[in-house]
């Protein structure tokens, strides 16, 4: 078994958890933040998968892994955009509750 599919792994768990709250706080408060917050931790949670078909040698011609490959761009950009949704829906939504 290779470290990036052991990484992936364990990372599975926190982000499945990280998508399950996001789904409860869209249920339980419907507005655009939690909406942001559900669709980044949805990006997170593709990097995840993305990290398992490289550990597992599943769409070899992506790249995954290697430099300047299609694989490694779409990696980045994805978890790039589920960090900045994640933390942005976050902000949004614990900022204003603060300041009353």
Aim: contains cysteine.
């Amino acid at each position: 078994m290779s470290s990036t599919l052991i990484r992936a792994l364990v990372l599975t768990a926190p982000t499945c958890g990280l998508v399950g709250w996001s789904v409860v706080l869209v249920v339980r408060q419907r507005s655009v933040f939690t909406s942001l917050q559900l669709v980044g931790a949805g990006c997170l949670f593709v990097t995840v998968l993305a990290h398992v078909c490289e550990g597992l040698g599943i769409f070899p011609f992506m790249g995954w892994g290697r430099r300047d490959s299609v694989g490694h761009y779409l990696d980045l950009s994805i978890t790039w955009l589920g960090i900045t949704l994640v933390v942005v829906g976050w902000l949004a939504r614990v900022l204003p509750r603060r300041h009353q």
